[in-house]
C-alpha cells in the first residue's frame, strides 16, 4: 500500500494583478502533485490569476474576510478553524498579509501541525499595530520564508525571528513567457510610438512607495536632453490622479502615457528600450525579474534585494532612492548608448537564466517543505 501523500494547504489574499499573488499562482500550479495533495486558500476570488489555479485542477476554498474585526470576520475564523481540524493538513503556508496575520494563529489554535509564514515586504509600509500583529505571526511558524536577504535579514533585526527558522526563497519567472518575443514593433506601433522614439517603461502599483513621483522628476529633465523619449507608466493605485496632475503641471502630457492595468506585460516589454522601477521600498519585486528575463536594461534604485537582482553595470544599474537627479542622468545615459542597453540587456537574461527560472524556485520550495515535514514526521515519532 502507498504512503499517503503529505495535505498541503497554501493560503492566498486574492488572485489580483500584484507581485505576490503572481508568485504565489506560478508556485502552487507547479507543485509536484503526485507528491503532494495541495489545496489553496484565499480570502477572495478575485483576480486575473484565479482562473489559472482552477484549469490547473487545483481545489480552491473561500474564506472571506471583511476587516480584521468584523462580525463577518468572527464568523470566518470559526469556518477557517473547522476546515483545518476537519481535514488535518500536514502543513500550512501562508503568503501574504492578511493570511499571515489572519490564518496562521487561528490554525496554529485549530492544531494545525506544521506552519510555515512569508516576509515579502521589508515591513515599512504597515502600521506599527499591522507590524505587531505579523511579529506574532512569524513567532507563530515553524518557519518563515523570505523572499530575499533583506527580508531574512530585517526579520532577524527587527522581528527577533531566530535566523534558524527563516528560509530564503527568491521569487522565479517563467523564463518561456518572459523572453525577447518578437512582439516589440507590434506592441510599439499599437501604443502609438514611432521609430524614433525612445521608450522608458515601469510596472508597478501607483503607491508612494514604488516612486513614481521621482521618476516624473527625471523625466522632466530627461525630455530636455532626448525630446525624443516618451515614458508609460503601468498599474493603477492610490496616487493617479495626483500624478497625472503632476505631469500636467510639468508639461509631460505629451511625453507621459499611463496604461492602467494590463495583461501583456511580457509584450509590453519588448515595446520598452528601457524598465525603470525607482521605488523607495522594496523587498524583491517581480517586475525587475521579468524585465531582466526579457532582455531589457534596467534601472532600479538601491533598496531591499535589488541590488541582490542587478549587478551595477554589468546586467543593468542601481542607483540611490529617491533621487530623481542621478536617475535622470541614468536614463539619458542609457537612451544616448543603444549598445550599452544591448550588453546589459543580454547580461540580464543570462543572469535570470541562471537564477531565477521558476521552475527553480518551485523544487526549492518543495525542498523546504520537505524539510519541516521529515522534522514533523521526526517529532510525531519521538
Excluded at 297 to 324: K, Y
Amino acid at each position: 500500500m502507498s504512503k499517503a501523500r503529505p495535505k498541503l494547504c497554501l493560503f492566498t489574499s486574492s488572485f489580483g494583478h500584484g507581485g505576490t499573488e503572481h508568485q504565489f499562482v506560478e508556485l502552487v500550479t507547479r507543485l509536484d502533485r503526485e507528491k503532494y495533495d495541495v489545496t489553496v486558500a484565499c480570502q477572495r476570488y478575485f483576480g486575473q490569476f484565479y482562473q489559472q489555479v482552477k484549469d490547473a485542477g487545483l481545489r480552491v476554498v473561500l474564506f472571506p474576510l471583511q476587516g480584521l474585526l468584523s462580525m463577518r470576520t468572527a464568523r470566518t475564523s470559526w469556518d477557517w478553524m473547522r476546515f483545518i481540524r476537519r481535514e488535518k493538513f500536514d502543513l500550512l503556508h501562508t503568503f501574504d498579509f492578511y493570511t499571515n496575520v489572519f490564518g496562521a494563529p487561528l490554525a496554529r489554535l485549530a492544531g494545525i501541525r506544521l506552519l510555515l509564514t512569508s516576509r515579502r515586504d521589508l515591513g515599512h509600509i504597515w502600521s506599527k499595530s499591522r507590524q505587531r500583529m505579523l511579529r506574532a505571526a512569524f513567532h507563530w511558524s515553524d518557519f518563515v520564508i523570505a523572499n530575499s536577504d533583506a527580508a531574512r535579514d530585517q526579520l532577524i533585526a527587527e522581528e527577533n525571528v531566530p535566523e534558524s527558522r527563516i528560509r530564503v526563497l527568491r521569487n522565479g519567472v517563467d523564463l518561456t513567457r518572459y523572453s525577447s518575443n518578437g512582439h516589440g514593433p507590434g506592441k510599439r506601433n499599437e501604443l502609438g510610438y514611432s521609430n524614433g522614439e525612445l521608450v522608458v517603461g515601469t510596472i508597478a502599483n501607483l503607491r508612494p512607495e514604488k516612486g513614481h513621483h521621482f521618476l516624473l522628476e527625471a523625466a522632466a529633465e530627461v525630455v530636455k536632453k532626448v525630446p525624443q523619449a516618451r515614458f508609460f507608466f503601468v498599474g493603477t493605485g492610490e496616487l493617479e490622479n495626483e500624478l497625472k496632475r503632476i505631469v500636467q503641471e510639468k508639461g509631460l502630457v505629451p511625453y507621459v502615457s499611463f496604461l492602467g492595468m494590463r495583461d501583456d506585460v511580457p509584450k509590453l516589454f519588448s515595446a520598452m528600450d528601457l524598465m525603470v522601477l525607482p521605488s523607495s521600498s522594496e523587498s524583491l519585486p517581480n517586475v525587475v525579474l521579468e524585465a531582466m528575463s526579457c532582455g531589457r536594461a534596467v534601472i532600479v534604485s538601491d533598496t531591499g534585494a535589488c541590488g541582490e537582482l542587478v549587478e551595477s553595470g554589468r546586467t543593468g544599474q542601481v542607483i540611490p532612492p529617491q533621487n530623481p537627479q542621478v536617475l535622470a542622468k541614468t536614463i539619458i545615459e542609457l537612451l544616448e548608448q543603444p549598445a550599452l542597453r544591448e550588453r546589459l540587456g543580454r547580461a540580464a537574461r543570462l543572469h535570470a537564466e541562471e537564477e531565477f527560472d521558476i521552475h527553480v524556485a518551485v523544487r526549492r520550495l518543495e525542498a523546504i517543505y520537505d524539510e519541516l515535514l521529515a522534522r514533523g514526521a521526526r517529532g510525531a515519532s519521538a
